[in-house]
């Protein structure tokens, strides 16, 4: 059972360019969610979405967009890299109700990003 | 600005010492989590409290939601070097799929 599967590990990008950062989970959670991380830091929500075709800001959207058109991926995308988005990036998934209410997070190993 | 403050932001112990990590809020949450994070991987849920007041011990790892529901605790006893890692808090509401990650804690446990 993989879990929730990022890529890549590790991307270097140069001011202004674009990437998609991949995530998908095989566990069938309805729930996903990007947060990004930035040193000695906590987690900061960027999107989530509760379900295929619908997704909602999070704190700092600026600068992303998301799609959600199948339950198991959900990818990030930078269009015009800045070095403020030079972080780390963590997908995860969930499926609420698991435990009396509270929603628990399955978090991917992390996408480490530098823009230069 | 955090809604969930986290303190220390850093502890340095010696192995088979104890400590106490802290998580609080103004907020009200209906549950609290903590989470690890080692390097180079993501979070992993510790444990999850939904009740005020509620304890709950993982071996040597206690943790306390505090009775109002905006703080919460970890404590580790006879801490060992395989407890060194990032140690999140997460408060969940009652509304919503969201949740909120206090800043974190640095513990590194020295042998």
């Known amino acids: 059972n993989a879990g929730v599967t990022q890529t890549p590990k590790f991307r270097i990008l140069k001011i202004g360019q674009s990437m998609t950062l991949q995530c998908t989970q095989d566990?069938?959670?309805?729930?996903m969610y990007w947060y990004r991380q930035d040193p000695g830091m906590g987690l900061k929500l960027i999107y989530y979405s509760v379900g295929a075709g619908i997704t909602d800001k999070g704190e700092v959207p600026n600068g992303y967009n998301v799609s959600r058109s199948t339950t198991e991926d959900f990818p990030l995308r930078l269009e015009l890299a800045a070095p403020s988005q030079t972080s780390v990036y963590f997908c995860?998934?969930?499926?609420?109700?698991?435990?009396?209410?509270?929603?628990?997070?399955?978090f991917g190993a992390g996408s480490r990003l530098t823009v230069l | 600005t955090q809604l969930l403050e986290q303190s220390p932001q850093f502890l340095s112990i010696q192995e088979g010492e104890n400590l106490t990590v802290y998580c609080n809020s103004s907020s009200v949450f209906s549950s609290l989590q903590w989470y690890r994070q080692e390097p180079g991987e993501g979070p992993v849920l510790l444990v999850t409290v939904v009740t005020g007041g509620e304890v709950k011990k993982l071996k040597r790892l206690t943790f306390q939601f505090g009775d109002a529901r905006k703080d919460s605790s970890l404590h580790i006893t006879a801490a060992q070097t395989g407890d060194t890692g990032l140690y999140l808090c997460a408060g969940g509401k009652a509304a919503g799929n969201k949740l909120t990650f206090g800043g974190g804690t640095r513990v590194l446990v020295k042998p």
């Open positions: 995860a998934s969930s499926s609420s109700g698991q435990i009396s209410g509270a929603n628990v997070l399955t």
């Open positions: 566990m069938n959670h309805n729930y």
